[in-house]
């Protein structure tokens, strides 16, 4: 068994795939080693969603269990790029892993989270109905790569059956835990000398959706306003076809695009994030948490100092607020420890993502690992060594 505690973030392009081993002791109090697997995924559109890294990365997740179940997996959020790793593995590789625990975010329960919080379930069907005008429209013209990224990491035809296989991943029929902040996790994890806190998202995920202009839904919610541009003050491009541009400009106009923003965010807001602490470290994994999730995060599970953040959403300016990041990340660690970043980001998937302001602020702060400087399919290791006087590592593989 590992000496430390080893995280291991594999590259798998646009999106997310995080192995933890964990040293604990068991019941009988004998030294083990404890895995946690936080997602696995990644963009459906463009380079940054090739399934043929998942090939090595689930071959290695399947070689370091070594034919035992994981002890935990954690599904963050229903978007694509997080969720759809493990059904890809079980139909394309033959590769299928079960999980003693299984955590969820609370709102991929489906029909019985949404009858518990009304309010949500009418902003969700709000969000529903605006995606399939959305895609509707965008059937019709020529797709800019950031948007139809947007559109298919949103798709809920397709994250429905990979967030069904995941919740089949018990051990002997082990239902979810589908867990909010408030959760009571006692019982519900492997981990008897690490301490873990759930500091998102909050239970009812209707504060997470914003306004939606009106144009796509007949009706105006939460005051909302319509988003305009100056359409007739714009011509095409050299090169660029005429009525493919204008179809854009009418999406961008028409309140279109900030509904596929809004329905975005709820998403991202909605991911578990997970606090462990271990041997005087603190971790951070904050799945894709937005402003939103940072701002009650901050007001209601008090945000502390950490020695290991996983950058939220891929690196985006949003998924970083600088007010949180001062509570996480302080200008000086406060107990003068080394401290470690690491991004999981592709360029050219999302449009404005990675933004090279939030990464530059992150080096500043701590050291910055990020996977676009690892080939495809390969990982970085960090390990937190058992002394807390130690220093962390960081190497690469295989």
């Not at 593995?89 to 489906?110: D, N, Q, V, Y």
């Not at 990491?153 to 408030?182: E, F, Q």
């Not at 939220?312 to 107990?335: M, W």
């Amino acid at each position: 068994m590992a000496s430390g505690l080893r995280i291991r973030i594999y590259n798998v392009l646009f999106g997310d795939a995080i192995l933890l081993t964990v040293p604990e002791i068991d019941g009988e109090g004998r030294e083990v080693g404890i895995n946690v697997l936080i997602d696995v995924g990644n963009a459906l559109a463009g380079e940054g969603g090739r399934d043929d890294v998942f090939g090595s990365v689930l071959e290695n997740i399947r070689d370091e269990l070594d034919g035992a179940p994981l002890d935990l997996y954690v599904m963050t959020h229903e978007h694509m790029d997080h969720v759809q790793g493990l059904l890809h593995g079980a139909k394309k590789l033959g590769i299928e892993f079960k999980a003693r625990h299984l955590w969820m975010t609370a709102s991929s329960e489906g029909a019985a989270y949404y009858d518990r919080f009304p309010t949500a379930k009418k902003k969700r069907l709000a969000a529903l109905a605006a995606y399939e005008s959305v895609a509707a429209f965008l059937a019709k013209t020529a797709v800019p790569l950031g948007i139809q990224g947007l559109l298919s990491i949103n798709n809920p035809r397709s994250s429905t059956d990979c967030v069904a296989y995941i919740s089949g991943r018990g051990i002997d029929g082990t239902r979810p835990l589908y867990a909010d902040r408030t959760s009571d996790i006692e019982g519900r994890h492997p981990f008897r000398r690490t301490h873990v806190r759930l500091l998102a998202p909050e239970a009812d995920t209707s504060i997470y959706y914003g306004p939606l202009p009106p144009r796509t839904l007949g009706l105006m919610l939460d005051g909302a306003a319509h988003a305009s541009l100056a359409a007739e003050s714009v011509t095409p491009p050299a090169g660029v076809s005429a009525g493919h541009f204008f179809d854009l400009v009418e999406f961008r106009s028409s309140g279109l695009m900030a509904n596929l923003r809004t329905i975005d965010k709820a998403a991202n807001n909605s991911s578990l994030a997970l606090e462990f602490e271990w041997n005087g470290w603190r971790l951070l994994f904050p799945g894709d948490a937005e402003e939103k999730s940072w701002e009650m995060m901050d007001r209601e599970a008090k945000l502390r100092p950490v020695h290991f953040l996983k950058v939220s959403h891929h690196g985006s300016s949003n998924g970083s607020p600088p007010r949180q990041i001062d509570k996480v990340l302080p200008e000086t660690a406060l107990d003068g420890k080394p401290r470690i970043v690491v991004v999981s980001t592709h360029d050219g998937s999302y449009s404005g993502v990675p933004d090279g302001d939030t990464l530059h602020l992150l080096a500043a702060r701590a050291q910055l690992c990020d996977t676009r400087s690892i080939p495809d399919g390969s990982w970085f290791d960090i390990t937190f060594p058992a002394d807390d006087d130690g220093v962390p590592t960081i190497t690469r593989g295989p």
